[in-house]
């Protein structure tokens, strides 16, 4: 077997994986009868980063295993392909988080946030884990004089 093929062979793996390989994984990619020693595909990968070492690409050797990827100072112009695309927010949320801000937090009865849509899209924000705790000091407060907001 011919080094070319191995690195053919390594190439392609790296590019197809979509994750990092071991060289013993590489290995393994050959046939049973022509598999090359662990020694030919790091000197394999080995030259396969010396071509690749003036290009817009390169090897990298991770803890995980080697693996392609694009050299850092391409980064920027790569960057271009995903643009960033603001949050978008149903209707259904933006209505919870406008009677939340009218009404003040935390809701004055159970239900109250819910009521438009009936959803329940933030448990966490709309109901918190400690809710008797709320309730025993809004009892505490409506005793001492004060005036719920809610």
């Given at each position: 077997?011919?080094?070319?093929?191995?690195?053919?062979?390594?190439?392609?793996?790296?590019?197809?994986?979509?994750?990092?390989?071991?060289?013993?994984?590489?290995?393994?990619?050959?046939?049973?009868?022509?598999?090359?020693?662990?020694?030919?595909?790091?000197?394999?990968?080995?030259?396969?980063?010396?071509?690749?070492?003036?290009?817009?690409?390169?090897?990298?050797?991770?803890?995980?295993?080697?693996?392609?990827?694009v050299?850092?100072?391409?980064?920027?112009?790569?960057?271009?392909?995903w643009?960033?695309?603001?949050?978008?927010?149903?209707?259904?949320?933006?209505?919870?988080?406008?009677?939340?801000?009218?009404?003040?937090?935390?809701?004055?009865?159970?239900?109250?946030?819910?009521?438009?849509?009936?959803?329940?899209?933030?448990?966490?924000?709309?109901?918190?884990?400690?809710?008797?705790?709320?309730?025993?000091?809004r009892?505490?407060?409506?005793?001492?004089?004060?005036?719920?907001?809610?």
């Open positions: 077997m011919n080094e070319s093929h191995i690195r053919n062979v390594i190439e392609a793996a790296l590019l197809a994986a979509g994750k990092p390989l071991q060289a013993a994984e590489l290995v393994e990619l050959f046939d049973e009868g022509s598999q090359p020693p662990v020694q030919d595909i790091k000197a394999a990968l080995t030259a396969l980063m010396g071509e690749y070492s003036n290009r817009g690409i390169e090897i990298k050797e991770t803890a995980a295993g080697f693996r392609i990827q050299r850092r100072e391409m980064a920027n112009e790569i960057s271009r392909l643009p960033e695309r603001p949050a978008r927010y149903s209707r259904a949320l933006l209505e919870t988080l406008a009677l939340i801000a009218y009404r003040g937090w935390p809701p004055g009865r159970p239900g109250t946030a819910r009521a438009p849509r009936n959803h329940s899209r933030l448990p966490g924000l709309l109901w918190p884990e400690d809710s008797r705790r709320i309730a025993a000091t009892r505490a407060q409506s005793h001492r004089g004060y005036q719920s907001t809610v």
